[in-house]
């Protein structure tokens, strides 16, 4: 079987960001990451160089910024009252961290400059700007649930645990 729109693909990576450094590893947390393919779960570029893959597949793929976390954009910065950072008093430029957003969510910014009673941060993800490369080995290949398909994104191991 391929993979394809609607098929669930389990696959080992390792992502390295420009500068060489690894960036993430599936490995490391010791199984595969499974999705539902063409849903939108993970960044255009990998979703594409998945499709048509079998069982067994390895592949490096090189992802440009816009089918990865986008450009950076220099305007995205906002100024954010201190307590709403976890661990505030030990909060330094150059931190990543999350902050839980007004709307619902979670966003990762970096934090650019602190204040007495406020941070500044950048609204950029991490690596957007970045051209990523993903070293790919792919697991497993199968017919989605129901659920699943309802839900948009894989369950079991390496999906989405509710
Ligand atoms: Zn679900």
Redesign the pocket.
Known sequence: MNAEKNKVVSFHYTVTGEDGEVVDNSRDRGQPLSVLLGHGNIIPGLERALEGRAVGDKFDVEVEPADAYGQRNPDAKQRVPRKYFPGANKIKVGDVTVLSLKEGGQRIVTVLKVGMTAVDVDLNHPLAGQKLKFDVEVTDVREPEA??LQ?G?A?GTGG?A?
Do not use: G, I, Q
Request: charged share 15%.
């Open positions: 659920v699943e839900h994104h369950h989405h509710h």
